[in-house]
């Protein structure tokens, strides 16, 4: 038997611009194999049967901060104190979540998520426990489904299995949990590294770590994590240290509490216990000192930033062109979802900017939404041979970007206008449809059944 006959056929798929490491290119003809690109050819011909990606050809985005079930909040806390009445009905919401509507919810969310050109989501999960604080006879049971649910839809994950032990910081000590927290939190740093080294992963799913915050994880605990990030089972299979992702710095009182506490920022505090590096990701950072961007930058550390959320709740971003001066890398997040649209917050992120008399270019802004590596994904983002065949197909001629040039259509597109989603060379969004039906259909009695 010839080699011929033993490879496996190639897809050939051709779009009239592509978004390539490059640069922006015209007539770009790519050969997927097993999952992957094997060719990416710009100026070329069309290939007779290959498959017309109708627009503009992106890599998959990526959503680095997701809260999935914050999504059933969407459309009720806008109003006034939106910061003090999404937390009072955050907490009301989790304590509904079970594992099946928690499923539910999820598999329609990450449906929502594909249909708005996100391959991969990083999932900031901290719902561990029943309403009453103890864990399930599955102690992994709401990550489970949130894993299922990401296969189900067919979206790459990345679960950060959050570590939740206090209530809060002050400048005494750190605070108790409160009655509608005990679900979110493992008894002790051990018990929490035990439940984390059980989870599966699998080809399309990993696990991360995630650090609420300092508020939420005293030193001592935080001492215990690099650990767990770096000689855990799940490191060793994979021979690297898994990522970890941290709140960091969203409000100017925990810098205050840290600072009164423990006598440094947080960035601090967190360099200290071993965990800032290349694998960290600081979520949020608005009041970060110019101290604090220069370790973030001198580790090569991301931060991620979620405009739409932190404008919703009057908070606010951090500089991100001194982020980036200094070496660090920045991506985005949905964070509570108040929308689900990667250009939304691209747009975001760049208007903060330019409000503040910085810019922020074409490639800049695309590497912040396509940061796969930030989740543990060094082999998505980007349309290269050997990188998995993720595409997002944008509309071109839409009345929004008819007219845009492919290197603006950051500024100009919106979720509406993504027609094609591939993950893994597999589409699972065509003619802005999504494989498994309709989604907001599937949103509205998932939303329903966990309102109550």
């Given at each position: 038997?010839?080699?011929?006959?033993?490879?496996?056929?190639?897809?050939?798929?051709?779009?009239?611009?592509?978004?390539?490491?490059?640069?922006?290119?015209?007539?770009v003809?790519?050969?997927?194999?097993?999952?992957?690109?094997?060719?990416?050819?710009?100026?070329?011909?069309?290939?007779?049967?290959?498959?017309?990606?109708?627009?503009?050809?992106?890599?998959?985005?990526?959503?680095?901060?997701?809260?999935?079930?914050?999504?059933?909040?969407?459309?009720?806390?806008?109003?006034?104190?939106?910061?003090?009445?999404?937390?009072?009905?955050?907490?009301?919401?989790?304590g509904?979540?079970?594992?099946?509507?928690?499923?539910?919810?999820?598999?329609?969310?990450?449906?929502?998520?594909?249909?708005?050109?996100?391959?991969?989501?990083?999932?900031?999960?901290?719902?561990?426990?029943?309403?009453?604080?103890?864990?399930?006879?599955?102690?992994?049971?709401?990550?489970a489904?949130?894993?299922?649910?990401?296969?189900?839809?067919?979206?790459?994950?990345?679960?950060?299995?959050?570590?939740y032990?206090?209530?809060?910081?002050?400048?005494?000590?750190?605070?108790?949990?409160?009655?509608?927290?005990?679900?979110?939190?493992?008894?002790?740093?051990?018990?929490?590294?035990r439940?984390?080294?059980?989870?599966?992963?699998?080809?399309?799913?990993?696990?991360?770590?995630?650090?609420?915050?300092?508020?939420?994880?005293?030193?001592?605990?935080?001492?215990?994590?690099?650990?767990?990030?770096?000689?855990?089972?799940?490191?060793?299979?994979?021979?690297?240290?898994?990522?970890?992702?941290?709140?960091v710095?969203?409000?100017?009182?925990?810098?205050?509490?840290?600072?009164a506490?423990?006598?440094?920022?947080?960035?601090?505090?967190?360099?200290?216990?071993?965990?800032?590096?290349?694998?960290?990701?600081?979520?949020?950072?608005?009041?970060?000192?110019?101290?604090?961007?220069?370790?973030?930058?001198?580790?090569g550390?991301?931060?991620?930033?979620?405009?739409t959320?932190?404008?919703?709740?009057?908070?606010?971003?951090?500089?991100?062109?001194?982020?980036?001066?200094?070496?660090?890398?920045?991506?985005?997040?949905?964070?509570?979802?108040?929308?689900?649209?990667?250009?939304?917050?691209?747009?975001?992120?760049?208007?903060?900017?330019?409000?503040?008399?910085?810019?922020?270019?074409?490639?800049?802004?695309?590497?912040?939404?396509?940061?796969?590596?930030?989740?543990?994904?060094?082999?998505?983002?980007?349309?290269?041979?050997?990188?998995?065949?993720?595409?997002?197909?944008?509309?071109?001629?839409s009345?929004?970007?008819?007219?845009?040039?492919?290197?603006?259509?950051?500024?100009?597109?919106?979720?509406?206008?993504?027609?094609?989603?591939?993950?893994d060379?597999?589409?699972?969004?065509?003619?802005?449809?999504?494989?498994m039906?309709?989604?907001?259909?599937?949103?509205?009695?998932?939303?329903?059944?966990?309102?109550?």
């Amino acid at each position: 038997m010839t080699s011929e006959q033993t490879a496996q056929p190639r897809e050939r798929w051709f779009a009239p611009h592509a978004l390539l490491p490059t640069g922006y290119a015209a007539d770009v003809s790519l050969e997927v194999a097993d999952g992957r690109f094997a060719a990416v050819t710009p100026n070329s011909t069309r290939p007779t049967g290959s498959r017309l990606l109708p627009g503009l050809a992106l890599p998959g985005l990526a959503d680095t901060h997701s809260h999935a079930f914050h999504r059933a909040l969407r459309g009720t806390t806008h109003v006034g104190d939106a910061a003090g009445s999404r937390r009072e009905a955050t907490c009301a919401l989790a304590g509904r979540l079970d594992p099946e509507n928690y499923y539910a919810l999820a598999r329609a969310v990450f449906a929502e998520k594909l249909l708005a050109g996100i391959t991969t989501v990083g999932e900031f999960h901290y719902v561990h426990n029943d309403p009453d604080g103890r864990p399930y006879s599955y102690p992994n049971a709401m990550g489970a489904a949130l894993l299922r649910a990401a296969e189900d839809a067919g979206l790459r994950m990345t679960l950060l299995d959050t570590l939740y032990l206090s209530g809060g910081l002050t400048k005494e000590r750190h605070v108790r949990l409160a009655q509608q927290e005990v679900r979110f939190a493992d008894g002790s740093l051990d018990d929490w590294a035990r439940r984390v080294s059980r989870r599966p992963e699998t080809e399309r799913t990993r696990i991360g770590l995630g650090i609420h915050s300092v508020r939420a994880v005293p030193r001592n605990a935080l001492l215990g994590i690099r650990e767990v990030a770096t000689s855990s089972r799940l490191a060793r299979a994979r021979g690297e240290q898994l990522v970890v992702h941290a709140h960091v710095s969203g409000q100017p009182d925990e810098n205050a509490a840290c600072q009164a506490y423990y006598g440094c920022t947080p960035m601090e505090l967190l360099r200290d216990a071993g965990l800032v590096n290349r694998h960290f990701t600081a979520v949020h950072g608005t009041h970060l000192s110019g101290s604090d961007v220069d370790l973030l930058g001198k580790a090569g550390a991301s931060v991620a930033f979620c405009p739409t959320s932190r404008h919703d709740l009057r908070e606010g971003l951090g500089s991100v062109r001194a982020l980036l001066d200094a070496g660090a890398r920045v991506s985005l997040g949905t964070d509570h979802h108040v929308v689900v649209d990667p250009f939304e917050e691209v747009r975001g992120l760049a208007m903060h900017e330019r409000m503040a008399g910085r810019d922020l270019g074409p490639s800049e802004l695309a590497a912040a939404v396509t940061a796969h590596a930030s989740l543990g994904w060094s082999d998505v983002g980007a349309l290269r041979p050997g990188h998995r065949a993720d595409v997002v197909v944008v509309d071109t001629a839409s009345p929004r970007t008819a007219g845009t040039e492919p290197a603006q259509v950051w500024w100009a597109a919106t979720n509406a206008d993504v027609v094609d989603v591939a993950v893994d060379g597999r589409f699972v969004v065509e003619d802005r449809r999504h494989v498994m039906g309709d989604v907001g259909a599937a949103l509205g009695s998932a939303v329903a059944a966990v309102r109550g």
